[in-house]
Each structure stands twice: as structure tokens, then as C-alpha cells.
């Protein structure tokens, strides 16, 4: 997987390069992974699947790193748990130790 792209609310699934896509919202302290694919039932619809979440922690000046497990939860990410920067959580994402991310 390469370097995110960031997505902007209000994508169209004809805009789609392919059938699916990987994108991330970034907002203040938080950025959130995910790939965009067409629906399965509708064609015409556009689905998006989380793959990973880090959240920025001020006071330790590190990114903790989470993954959704079928309860639809974030949990802690255990082969890495905390990255000091963000290369190293997409690093990480790509990587995929335990295939969490992408099953």
C-alpha cells in the first residue's frame, strides 16, 4: 500500500479509478484509513471499510495506533501499539504483522 490519498466528502463512485480506492480523513488529532469500493449489492453505491485509526496523544508526543475487529471496535494494535510519526504508522498499516488491517 502506498501513502494514503486524502478524500474530500462528496466522492461520486463513476470518480473511482478502479473498483476500489484507499483514502483517510484527517482531522486534528486523529487519521482514519480506509478503502472506498463500489457496493456489492448496488453497483451504483459507494461503500467505504475501515482499515486502520492512529490518534495523536499530545502529552507523550506519540501516534497509538488502532485496528477494527469484527465488533466494530477500535483496539490497540498489538505487534505496535504507539509510532512516533506518521510514516511509521503507515509503515506499520502496510506492513500488516498480524493481518489485521486487511485480514
Known amino acids: 500500500?502506498?501513502?494514503?490519498?486524502?478524500?474530500?466528502?462528496?466522492?461520486?463512485?463513476?470518480?473511482?479509478?478502479?473498483?476500489?480506492?484507499?483514502s483517510a480523513w484527517v482531522r486534528t488529532c486523529k487519521i482514519?484509513?480506509?478503502?472506498?469500493r463500489l457496493g456489492y449489492h448496488d453497483p451504483?453505491?459507494?461503500?467505504?471499510?475501515?482499515?486502520?485509526?492512529?490518534?495523536?496523544?499530545?502529552?507523550?508526543?506519540?501516534w497509538r495506533v488502532f485496528w477494527q475487529r469484527a465488533d466494530?471496535?477500535?483496539?490497540?494494535?498489538?505487534?505496535l501499539p504507539e509510532v512516533k510519526s506518521l510514516q511509521e504508522f503507515i509503515d506499520a498499516v502496510d506492513a500488516d504483522e498480524y493481518a489485521c488491517f486487511y485480514g
Do not use: C, D, R
Open 1 to 22: 500500500m502506498s501513502a494514503p490519498v486524502l478524500a474530500m466528502p462528496g466522492y461520486h463512485w463513476q470518480n473511482l479509478p478502479l473498483k476500489s480506492s484507499f
Open 32 to 36: 482514519e484509513t480506509f478503502e472506498i
Open 44 to 62: 451504483q453505491s459507494v461503500v467505504e471499510f475501515p482499515i486502520a485509526k492512529s490518534t495523536w496523544v499530545k502529552s507523550q508526543k506519540v
Open 72 to 79: 466494530m471496535k477500535w483496539h490497540s494494535y498489538p505487534s
